[in-house]
């Protein structure tokens, strides 16, 4: 009996080592890529004939290899995951494990490995907010020198020209290119066209404020509308809600004031002066100055108008709230604008969806349009392969063929994202723009309005530093004006500890 | 006559893993203590700081404002489960039917992963989706842990109740159990009725279990993370931000490395303390209570 | 009050608190049973239809499935880690003298006590910077993580077992000694089979444990060792509507607890206090 128990003992034992070290390094499951009933069509079977051969054969040294990537759960990134990917590897062999997961978690694990250089990821999801700190921190490779050392691996139609001026944000000092676009979306107002242009509500708004019910304007109009909307939802119990309001206590409510409340209010790049590296305005910075107060304060009261589940949305709970028709209007990202306007399965506002510019105080427009300032958020995001990748080759063909001109038009149905200029005159996008109430037209004649976010290597540091005071006013415990005060006097210390500015 | 080299052959492996695990970690983040690294700074790498990072620390708001936080947590949940589980267990200690049914049961939460718990309690709080704010809104009462930082704060008390009550319960019916008879029976044989055991006699031999609970309760909730961080990630605002959050905050998204081990340092100090409280004050009642 | 009306108040009481002690669960069970749309509509609290793919989804064709299977091997590994290196640790400390033994004593319950996010960081730095060959660290290993689940479940199944071990005289040491028994053979076929019952709770209690643990994996891990705990968490943010789905990796994780529960909550107290507490 003892013998027998040390013997099981000792079986459990080796197994357990034996697996274990199997394991380290390798998968031990199925790649993960089975995906869900895919919304959109198939990638286009166009001149399969002469592109698909030079995927395969440039492809054919790195059959059966298995590369790693990573991005964030939106619209653009699933619709690679369930659709690009899957084409590439019928084409070309060579396995793709996309793991898709959440915005924390992918920036917490991104940064790890390129970081401790684990080489786990051969393509990461590089948001155009975060790119200034991985070339800061040398993670990625120089795609523009990969490309010249191996001409072999580059498509011949990848045409980098065609790429809008987005691409920039991804190139290093001396032009050289670290990132891929693979997304690029404006963070826009959207509207309910069959609650604006109902006669009824239309009068009773004319009636109670004056004037008539369009799209805001001005802070001031916005929240009229909001305030009308809310009381009009509860009079005629209906859930529905004056706005949506991005104010979870987490990172995403702080890109919505940042990015998205402030510029409107004539304070860029954070309020953080560029100089000197102050963000309180004793010190030449905006972060606390008046206007940026009154920004917050608005933003805050918007909370009254909102519906419940505000004060827990992130950027996807807020999609998801204007998709179930819960508010008139909302600052929603562009990149969910397509679904929510077109895809009945998930959104029960099809076809009465419309799109305008945020509402913005006086002189920022013009500020804007004469290249001073911007309005609005120009988000988006690209594919880049880490310095440790075992497998930069696959990785860089994978890239390419998420890039190729041919495929863009329906990429942009599935996740309303453009950034080549060709894609604005593909016929699917021109399509497409009717049913998104003219996005896409806006994207391209007014994207130059909106800006990324601000280059800044601390990027995720401050932002951590600001947004403990900015969560503080949405509950109320601070007003918008002692957070502002805080943050702003907690930037410039943090900054100085981190080497910008004394 | 006995081998000690045998003795510490066999020690060997224990000491050299937790040597690993827990020494030389504790050593490094002393180290790191004293340096400035931030992963996104200027000049990147570490650079010296000497006391700068405790210096700063002593006047951190929002470090103390989450120790306080922690600390207010800790007072309420650990008084209430204490009371509570003195009564409850005393209820358990009925020879009745079905009571190791009901031992069984009321003893889950102890074997649930917190982070699942945290999971659980999100899900019956969600507005739109969980049971509470919804039935409460039908007595007009607005129940919103995203927004109302009160109702988040006390919504983590009542969790953290809920998952480790039984924990008191559990212990003290086994202390209740190991109790020698003879008090009792020269009480009884005295004439004191109930309440007077209970005072003068149980709870003083049970002296050694409460304080040993009491210590291990204080310092596993003044580290509460997993639960708290999926009910409410923090907030609102800063309301549930308590230590453990706090420094994981620093230390993986802000990448504030030396600071966030100064911050460790500190915690790990006052860990200290409170475990030399513990166990001295343990031993302490073990002898009283044998005399 | 009667006999009799007493007793009913205490079932009454029972009943209230065990309720009370499952709704939560009872919770997580309902909402993984329903689709998207039905869990947008009023809560309520009985349920005919079951919408497996919830559970199905995530385990199967997602990663939770490996996620779950790597839960199970690093819980597993460090149990059986643990009970080797305690046992022959526990035999040393009840047989031989040890100065300090109590100063190791107190330096052990430290560990366990103090907050994870204070060693969280240095030992990811360990893992990922200083102890590396080349390309192979710990970072996101098996053996990494079972090697850190040793800082809690090491010291404690330790301290539970020697008060067995203590309790067996050594007049059987002696006797197998006589016999002819190396001290290899006394630990073998004497100890382990008389405290066979302390091995199995420690083993119990060290499995449940590194099963749960979350901050230690989340900071430890990333995608090939990463636990069925840290997935949970992963899903916060994923997409706010799919709750669902994470209600049915919650219960799946929870599941390993309950079936032990029985065996465990006996033992669970004298555990979690280092044995300073037993029955």
Redesign the interface.
């Given at each position: 009996m003892k013998k027998l128990l040390l013997w099981i003992v000792v079986l459990m034992l080796t197994v357990s080592v034996v697996a274990t070290f199997s394991l380290v390094g390798c998968k031990a499951v199925p790649e993960a890529v089975e995906a869900e009933k895919p919304v959109v069509e198939e990638a286009p079977a166009e001149e399969e004939e002469v592109a698909g051969s030079w995927w395969a054969q440039a492809a054919a040294p790195y059959k059966d290899v298995t590369i790693k990537g990573i991005s964030e759960s939106t619209p653009p990134s699933k619709y690679m995951q369930e659709v690009l990917a899957k084409s590439f590897m019928e084409e070309t062999g060579i396995n793709v494990e996309f793991e898709v997961t959440s915005w924390d978690e992918m920036y917490d694990k991104e940064i790890k490995d390129m970081e401790v250089g684990t080489g786990i990821y051969d393509f990461v999801y590089i948001e155009q907010d975060i790119i200034f700190s991985y070339l800061h921190n040398e993670y990625l490779l120089d795609m523009t020198n990969f490309m010249n050392e191996n001409p072999e691996l580059v498509f011949d139609d990848l045409d980098m020209d065609d790429f809008t001026s987005f691409i920039n944000d991804f190139k290093d000092d001396e032009g050289h290119v670290y990132g891929l676009p693979f997304e690029a979306f404006l963070k826009i107002c959207l509207y309910r066209k069959d609650l604006f242009e109902n006669k009824e509500i239309q009068d009773a708004f004319k009636g109670e404020y004056g004037w008539d019910l369009r799209p805001a304007v001005t802070f001031d109009e916005y929240g009229q509308i909001a305030k009308f909307f809310t009381e009009w939802g509860k009079d005629n119990d209906m859930e529905l809600w004056g706005t949506t309001v991005q104010a979870a206590s987490h990172p995403s409510s702080f890109y919505e004031i940042f990015e998205t409340i402030l510029p409107p209010a004539g304070v860029y790049n954070w309020g953080i002066n560029m100089e000197n590296w102050k963000a309180t305005s004793a010190d030449g910075g905006a972060m606390d100055s008046d206007k940026a107060k009154e920004a917050l304060a608005f933003w805050v009261s918007m909370l009254d108008y909102a519906p419940p589940e505000a004060t827990s949305s992130t950027w996807d709970e807020v999609a998801a709230s204007f998709a179930a028709g819960r508010a008139a209007q909302g600052w929603v990202y562009g990149e969910n604008a397509a679904w929510i306007a077109t895809n009945a399965e998930k959104s029960v506002v099809v076809g009465n969806v419309g799109v305008a510019r945020p509402p913005l105080m006086e002189g920022v427009l013009e500020e804007a349009e004469a290249g001073e300032g911007y309005i609005g958020y120009y988000d988006g995001g690209a594919l880049g392969i880490p310095h440790c990748s075992k497998n930069p080759e696959a990785a860089m063909l994978f890239i390419q063929w998420v890039c190729r001109k041919d495929f863009q038009g329906e990429f942009a149905k599935a996740g309303s994202r453009i950034v080549r200029t060709s894609t604005f005159d593909d016929p699917i996008v021109l399509a497409m723009d009717k049913e998104v109430d003219g996005y896409y037209s806006m994207f391209k004649n007014e994207g130059y309005l909106y800006k990324g976010a601000p280059p800044f290597p601390f990027h995720a540091t401050i932002r951590e530093v600001i947004y403990t005071y900015t969560i503080q006013a949405i509950t109320g415990e601070m007003t918008a004006s002692e957070a502002l005060d805080a943050a702003a006097k907690a930037t410039n210390e943090e900054l100085v500890k981190l080497g910008y500015g004394k | 006559m006995?081998?000690?080299r045998?003795?510490?052959l066999?020690?060997m492996?224990?000491l050299v893993?937790?040597v690993?695990?827990?020494?030389?970690?504790?050593i490094?983040?002393l180290y790191?203590g004293f340096f400035?690294w931030?992963?996104?700074?200027?000049?990147?790498g570490m650079s010296w700081a000497g006391l700068n990072n405790y210096r700063k620390l002593v006047f951190d708001s929002?470090f103390n404002a989450s120790l306080g936080r922690g600390a207010l947590f800790t007072v309420l949940t650990v008084s209430i489960e204490m009371v509570l589980g003195i009564l409850?267990a005393n209820?358990l200690m009925?020879k009745?039917k079905?009571i190791k049914f009901?031992?069984?049961?009321?003893?889950?939460?102890?074997?649930?992963?917190?982070?699942?718990?945290g999971?659980?309690?999100r899900?019956?709080t969600?507005?739109?989706?969980?049971?509470v704010?919804?039935y409460l809104q039908k007595i007009g009462f607005d129940f919103?842990i995203?927004?109302?930082?009160q109702q988040a704060f006390f919504t983590t008390v009542i969790m953290d109740i809920?998952h480790w009550t039984?924990?008191i319960t559990?212990?003290f019916?086994?202390?209740l159990?190991?109790l020698p008879k003879s008090p009792f029976e020269s009480a009884m044989v005295d004439g004191a009725n109930r309440w007077q055991i209970q005072l003068h006699i149980t709870l003083p031999l049970l002296k050694?279990?409460i304080l040993?609970?009491l210590f291990?309760r204080i310092?596993?909730a003044?580290?509460i993370?997993?639960e708290v961080?999926?009910l409410?990630?923090?907030?609102?605002?800063?309301?549930t931000r308590y230590?453990?959050i706090h420094?994981?905050?620093?230390?993986?998204?802000?990448?504030?490395?030396g600071y966030?081990?100064a911050m460790?340092?500190i915690?790990?100090y006052f860990?200290?303390v409170?475990?030399?409280l513990?166990?001295t004050s343990?031993s302490q009642s073990r002898k009283e209570v044998a005399k | 009050m009667t006999g009799k009306g007493k007793r009913v108040f205490i079932y009454l009481i029972w009943i209230l608190l065990s309720v009370c002690t499952l709704f939560p669960i009872y919770w997580l069970f309902l909402v993984s049973a329903r689709s998207r749309i039905e869990l947008f509509d009023s809560p309520t609290f009985f349920q005919t239809t079951f919408y497996i793919k919830n559970f199905t989804r995530p385990l199967l064709n997602d990663i939770y499935g490996s996620y779950i299977f790597n839960s199970v091997i690093i819980a597993t590994g460090n149990t059986i880690l643990v009970m080797v290196c305690a046992i022959f640790a526990t035999y040393a400390l009840s047989r031989y003298r040890f100065k300090g033994a109590n100063n190791i004593f107190f330096w052990t319950i430290t560990n366990r006590m103090a907050p994870a996010a204070a060693f969280m960081f240095p030992i990811f730095l360990l893992y990922s910077r200083v102890l590396v060959i080349g390309d192979i660290s710990f970072f996101d290993t098996h053996i990494g993580m079972i090697l850190v689940y040793c800082l809690f479940n090491l010291p404690f199944s330790i301290w539970l077992l020697k008060g067995i071990v203590d309790g067996i005289p050594i007049s059987i040491d002696e006797a197998a000694r006589i016999d002819g028994a190396s001290t290899l053979g006394i630990v073998w076929r004497i100890v382990v089979p008389l405290s066979a019952p302390g091995i199995a709770i420690s083993s119990v209690l060290s499995w449940i444990f590194a099963w749960n643990e979350y901050l230690f994996a989340a900071a430890l891990t990333s995608s090939d060792a990463r636990t069925i705990t840290t997935g949970l968490a992963e899903f916060v943010t994923i997409v706010g509507t799919n709750w669902g789905e994470m209600a049915a990796v919650a219960l799946v994780s929870v599941l390993p607890a309950l079936l032990f529960l029985g065996f465990v909550q006996k033992y669970i107290i004298a555990g979690i206090t280092f044995g300073a507490v037993r029955e």
């Amino acid at each position: 009996m003892k013998k027998l128990l040390l013997w099981i003992v000792v079986l459990m034992l080796t197994v357990s080592v034996v697996a274990t070290f199997s394991l380290v390094g390798c998968k031990a499951v199925p790649e993960a890529v089975e995906a869900e009933k895919p919304v959109v069509e198939e990638a286009p079977a166009e001149e399969e004939e002469v592109a698909g051969s030079w995927w395969a054969q440039a492809a054919a040294p790195y059959k059966d290899v298995t590369i790693k990537g990573i991005s964030e759960s939106t619209p653009p990134s699933k619709y690679m995951q369930e659709v690009l990917a899957k084409s590439f590897m019928e084409e070309t062999g060579i396995n793709v494990e996309f793991e898709v997961t959440s915005w924390d978690e992918m920036y917490d694990k991104e940064i790890k490995d390129m970081e401790v250089g684990t080489g786990i990821y051969d393509f990461v999801y590089i948001e155009q907010d975060i790119i200034f700190s991985y070339l800061h921190n040398e993670y990625l490779l120089d795609m523009t020198n990969f490309m010249n050392e191996n001409p072999e691996l580059v498509f011949d139609d990848l045409d980098m020209d065609d790429f809008t001026s987005f691409i920039n944000d991804f190139k290093d000092d001396e032009g050289h290119v670290y990132g891929l676009p693979f997304e690029a979306f404006l963070k826009i107002c959207l509207y309910r066209k069959d609650l604006f242009e109902n006669k009824e509500i239309q009068d009773a708004f004319k009636g109670e404020y004056g004037w008539d019910l369009r799209p805001a304007v001005t802070f001031d109009e916005y929240g009229q509308i909001a305030k009308f909307f809310t009381e009009w939802g509860k009079d005629n119990d209906m859930e529905l809600w004056g706005t949506t309001v991005q104010a979870a206590s987490h990172p995403s409510s702080f890109y919505e004031i940042f990015e998205t409340i402030l510029p409107p209010a004539g304070v860029y790049n954070w309020g953080i002066n560029m100089e000197n590296w102050k963000a309180t305005s004793a010190d030449g910075g905006a972060m606390d100055s008046d206007k940026a107060k009154e920004a917050l304060a608005f933003w805050v009261s918007m909370l009254d108008y909102a519906p419940p589940e505000a004060t827990s949305s992130t950027w996807d709970e807020v999609a998801a709230s204007f998709a179930a028709g819960r508010a008139a209007q909302g600052w929603v990202y562009g990149e969910n604008a397509a679904w929510i306007a077109t895809n009945a399965e998930k959104s029960v506002v099809v076809g009465n969806v419309g799109v305008a510019r945020p509402p913005l105080m006086e002189g920022v427009l013009e500020e804007a349009e004469a290249g001073e300032g911007y309005i609005g958020y120009y988000d988006g995001g690209a594919l880049g392969i880490p310095h440790c990748s075992k497998n930069p080759e696959a990785a860089m063909l994978f890239i390419q063929w998420v890039c190729r001109k041919d495929f863009q038009g329906e990429f942009a149905k599935a996740g309303s994202r453009i950034v080549r200029t060709s894609t604005f005159d593909d016929p699917i996008v021109l399509a497409m723009d009717k049913e998104v109430d003219g996005y896409y037209s806006m994207f391209k004649n007014e994207g130059y309005l909106y800006k990324g976010a601000p280059p800044f290597p601390f990027h995720a540091t401050i932002r951590e530093v600001i947004y403990t005071y900015t969560i503080q006013a949405i509950t109320g415990e601070m007003t918008a004006s002692e957070a502002l005060d805080a943050a702003a006097k907690a930037t410039n210390e943090e900054l100085v500890k981190l080497g910008y500015g004394k | 006559m006995k081998s000690t080299r045998t003795a510490w052959l066999f020690m060997m492996p224990t000491l050299v893993i937790l040597v690993f695990i827990g020494l030389v970690p504790f050593i490094y983040v002393l180290y790191i203590g004293f340096f400035d690294w931030n992963l996104f700074s200027k000049i990147r790498g570490m650079s010296w700081a000497g006391l700068n990072n405790y210096r700063k620390l002593v006047f951190d708001s929002d470090f103390n404002a989450s120790l306080g936080r922690g600390a207010l947590f800790t007072v309420l949940t650990v008084s209430i489960e204490m009371v509570l589980g003195i009564l409850l267990a005393n209820l358990l200690m009925m020879k009745i039917k079905g009571i190791k049914f009901f031992r069984a049961i009321h003893s889950l939460p102890l074997t649930v992963a917190p982070i699942a718990i945290g999971a659980a309690w999100r899900l019956m709080t969600l507005p739109g989706l969980g049971p509470v704010p919804y039935y409460l809104q039908k007595i007009g009462f607005d129940f919103n842990i995203g927004r109302y930082a009160q109702q988040a704060f006390f919504t983590t008390v009542i969790m953290d109740i809920w998952h480790w009550t039984p924990f008191i319960t559990l212990a003290f019916l086994a202390g209740l159990s190991s109790l020698p008879k003879s008090p009792f029976e020269s009480a009884m044989v005295d004439g004191a009725n109930r309440w007077q055991i209970q005072l003068h006699i149980t709870l003083p031999l049970l002296k050694p279990v409460i304080l040993t609970v009491l210590f291990l309760r204080i310092m596993d909730a003044l580290r509460i993370v997993d639960e708290v961080w999926m009910l409410t990630g923090g907030g609102p605002g800063t309301a549930t931000r308590y230590i453990g959050i706090h420094i994981w905050r620093v230390v993986f998204p802000k990448t504030d490395y030396g600071y966030g081990s100064a911050m460790s340092v500190i915690v790990l100090y006052f860990t200290i303390v409170l475990t030399w409280l513990l166990i001295t004050s343990v031993s302490q009642s073990r002898k009283e209570v044998a005399k | 009050m009667t006999g009799k009306g007493k007793r009913v108040f205490i079932y009454l009481i029972w009943i209230l608190l065990s309720v009370c002690t499952l709704f939560p669960i009872y919770w997580l069970f309902l909402v993984s049973a329903r689709s998207r749309i039905e869990l947008f509509d009023s809560p309520t609290f009985f349920q005919t239809t079951f919408y497996i793919k919830n559970f199905t989804r995530p385990l199967l064709n997602d990663i939770y499935g490996s996620y779950i299977f790597n839960s199970v091997i690093i819980a597993t590994g460090n149990t059986i880690l643990v009970m080797v290196c305690a046992i022959f640790a526990t035999y040393a400390l009840s047989r031989y003298r040890f100065k300090g033994a109590n100063n190791i004593f107190f330096w052990t319950i430290t560990n366990r006590m103090a907050p994870a996010a204070a060693f969280m960081f240095p030992i990811f730095l360990l893992y990922s910077r200083v102890l590396v060959i080349g390309d192979i660290s710990f970072f996101d290993t098996h053996i990494g993580m079972i090697l850190v689940y040793c800082l809690f479940n090491l010291p404690f199944s330790i301290w539970l077992l020697k008060g067995i071990v203590d309790g067996i005289p050594i007049s059987i040491d002696e006797a197998a000694r006589i016999d002819g028994a190396s001290t290899l053979g006394i630990v073998w076929r004497i100890v382990v089979p008389l405290s066979a019952p302390g091995i199995a709770i420690s083993s119990v209690l060290s499995w449940i444990f590194a099963w749960n643990e979350y901050l230690f994996a989340a900071a430890l891990t990333s995608s090939d060792a990463r636990t069925i705990t840290t997935g949970l968490a992963e899903f916060v943010t994923i997409v706010g509507t799919n709750w669902g789905e994470m209600a049915a990796v919650a219960l799946v994780s929870v599941l390993p607890a309950l079936l032990f529960l029985g065996f465990v909550q006996k033992y669970i107290i004298a555990g979690i206090t280092f044995g300073a507490v037993r029955e």
